[in-house]
């Protein structure tokens, strides 16, 4: 088995997407080409970052064009700067 890790301060997300197909309210299909990149992502690995904000698992929210994309065993992944990380999901109890 393979695994991948980030070096220097470099976090790893997995961007792999659901494949569903989406329609506009009229019933167009939108093709993956036209389809927003999502900016929020789950931390699969993190690099030598000391005390990060974020652990393994966590869901965060990154800069647009950050970072270098790329496939790894059929799943997507990104490489991003740990400083391109904008943002943790953090889960609170409703009032």
Do not use: H, R
Not at 3 to 26: F, G, M, R, Y
Not at 55 to 79: M, N, R, W
Request: aromatic share 8%; no cysteine; charged share 25%.
């Amino acid at each position: 088995m393979k695994e991948l890790q980030p070096l220097n301060e470099n976090v790893l997300l997995d961007i792999s997407d659901d494949n569903s197909v989406q329609k506009t309210a009229s019933g167009i299909i939108i093709p993956d080409s036209a389809k927003e990149k999502p900016q929020f992502a789950k931390v699969v690995s993190i690099g030598n970052i000391e005390n990060p904000a974020i652990s393994i698992g966590d869901t965060v929210f990154y800069k647009k064009f950050a970072g270098s994309e790329f496939d790894f065993e059929g799943k997507k992944f990104l490489i991003i700067p740990y400083a391109d990380l904008l943002a943790k999901v953090v889960e609170t109890e409703s009032i």
